[in-house]
């Protein structure tokens, strides 16, 4: 008997491609994710770093007063790249969010084809193997045949 064909594993592997494509798509968001968070750190970082330059700036003596207008506004404009990050990194996690309730209908669907074929391959090997078996009980009548009529 020729070796167990499944007619749908065609359709069972552009499932599995699908759900491989999500996996990648989920792996490059949580790099941007991870990305966002680094450089809202980073800009916090920055601003407190600006904090201490201005208070070591004010205990020195011989600031200016462009020195003093630099500091409020370097530290307004990193308060508002964190707020376009945030905003980022909250865009980002609803994508992830998507991504991760696609994968699970992904999954769901390469899983019942997994089970269909399970299934079809058991009917086909149980198939097989009751032809075998008819196979050889027919051999033994054929023996049994043969050698009742020899006597």
Do not use: C
């Not at 600006?50 to 070591?56: G, K, L, P, R």
């Not at 600031?63 to 980022?88: S, T, W």
Request: proline share 1%.
């Amino acid at each position: 008997m020729k070796k167990f064909n499944f007619k749908l594993d065609g359709v069972l592997k552009v499932r599995e491609f699908k759900e491989k494509k999500i996996k990648i798509e989920m792996g490059e968001i949580l790099k941007a994710l991870n990305e966002t968070k680094d450089a809202i750190q980073k800009l916090n970082d920055e601003i407190n770093e600006a904090y201490h330059a201005q208070e070591t700036a004010l205990t020195q003596s011989g600031i200016n007063a462009q020195a003093l207008k630099f500091f409020p506004m370097f530290i307004q404009g990193k308060k508002e790249d964190i707020k376009n990050k945030e905003n980022l990194l909250w865009a980002l996690q609803k994508k992830y969010e998507k991504k991760v309730a696609e994968l699970a209908q992904a999954r769901g669907e390469v899983k019942v084809m997994e089970n269909f074929k399970e299934k079809k391959k058991d009917e086909w090997k149980k198939e097989k193997d009751k032809k075998e078996q008819a196979a050889i009980e027919e051999i033994l009548m054929m023996r049994r045949n043969g050698s009742s009529g020899n006597m």
